[in-house]
């Protein structure tokens, strides 16, 4: 076990958003006199003290019908516990197993298939990656860069809610007459934020509904997670905790077109993906699909559709996680076991410390595995 979770703790520093540095200060911890396990009180001050005032922390502990939700607050340098399940966090990137879930979806209803092209989906001439395939998009090999090379010159751009403003029509531009890959079609594995993106573009175009509504109908609305969206409109203020960026301070949320939201835009509570995790657990086809490998990336490494797949030791693992300007998310799933972990957090994806999300959410699955 400790094997698998060195490794998996690699993998998850690589699959965020963006990273950057930052200063972290210790704070004083009251955890031990709040939480009754002391092992996992260990784990959270082992991964979590180093994080700035206001930081809180939501964590969803699965282990088959038994969840155990606990939420710490750095509160003016005492880290202590706090309700914080209900409260909804940017899950980022997790946001990219939602759009392979729609596209299983699709494919059991027979209005897709994995092996479309980007080139069927068009009116136009895709100058260059037509024959990139719905498969290719969702495990990353479809040789796309991780982000379109003009968002950044895209009109109203701003670098604090960098995916607002890159619409379905600069999007189909950029297919039209910008696009160039960095790898040839299918024979690398390179994370791309623009294919996930896309594909969530794909999937509303085919339906000719959005984003959010597929979700709300596919997922949201028959596991009943009241508390997720996309849309920040729609968030009861009192409810959104304040994202924090690398410095500690707070800042904007960000917002994402339909021409981006399936790469990462929910907005989500522990409380509800602990639904969605126990959805993950069961044999129901549109969930199991994207769980299959679809290409190997290394030794006992591979990805399916969306979902990065970790076999070692006896043990299968789903991870993935996310991070955005604000926040730092983090899920480990042990499927044949029932067990799983999602973190959610406050903490910037800019902060040079983030990937102790990802320590925190791999530590405490590995607490639950022996025990």
């Known amino acids: 076990m400790k094997h698998y979770l060195y490794k998996a703790t690699l993998i998850f520093i690589f699959f965020l958003i963006s990273c950057n540095d930052d200063e972290s200060n210790p704070v004083i911890s009251n955890l031990a006199n709040e939480i009754t396990n002391q092992e996992v009180v260990r784990i959270i001050e082992e991964n979590a003290l180093t994080f700035p005032n206001n930081t809180q922390i939501s964590i969803a ?16 340098g005492v880290f202590q516990v706090t309700d914080n399940k209900n409260k909804i966090f940017e899950i980022g990137s997790i946001t990219k197993i939602f759009t392979s879930i729609l596209l299983s979806d699709l494919i059991q209803k027979e209005q897709a298939e994995l092996n479309e092209t980007l080139q069927d989906q068009f009116d136009f001439t895709v100058q260059n990656g037509g024959e990139i395939e719905l498969i290719q998009l969702a495990n990353h090999t479809s040789g796309l860069p991780r982000l379109p090379s003009d968002y950044e010159t895209v009109p109203n751009f701003d670098l604090n809610d960098p995916f607002a403003s890159y619409t379905s029509e600069l ?25 996930m993106g896309l594909l969530g573009y794909i999937l509303s175009k085919k339906t000719g509904k959005t984003y959010e509504n597929l979700l709300k109908e596919t997922i949201f609305e028959p596991l009943q997670m009241l508390n997720s969206t996309t849309l920040l409109s729609t968030i009861d203020q009192t409810q959104l905790v304040l994202g924090l960026d690398e410095n500690g301070n707070v800042r904007s949320n960000w917002n994402f077109t339909n021409a981006a939201a399936g790469t990462g835009a929910i907005k ?71 067990k799983a972990v999602i973190v959610l957090s406050n903490v910037s994806g800019f902060n040079v410390d983030s990937e102790l999300i990802d320590q925190l959410t791999l530590s405490l699955l590995e607490n639950i595995s022996i025990n």
């Open 61 to 76: 502990i699965i282990d088959n019908e038994n969840t155990e939700y606990i939420g710490v607050i750095n509160n003016n």
């Open 171 to 195: 999007l189909e531009n950029y297919l039209d007459n910008v696009v160039v890959l960095n790898n040839p079609i299918g024979t690398q594995y390179e994370y791309s934020n623009l294919g």
């Open 268 to 338: 989500s509570s522990v409380s509800d993906m602990g639904k969605f995790i126990h959805k993950n657990f069961e044999n129901d086809i549109v969930y199991n699909f994207p769980q299959t490998a679809t290409y190997t990336i290394g030794e006992g490494y591979e990805i399916g559709l969306a979902w990065n797949i970790l076999n070692d030791e006896g043990f299968t693992i789903f991870l993935h996680n996310g991070g955005t300007g604000g926040y730092r998310s983090s899920l480990a799933l042990d499927k044949n076991n029932k």
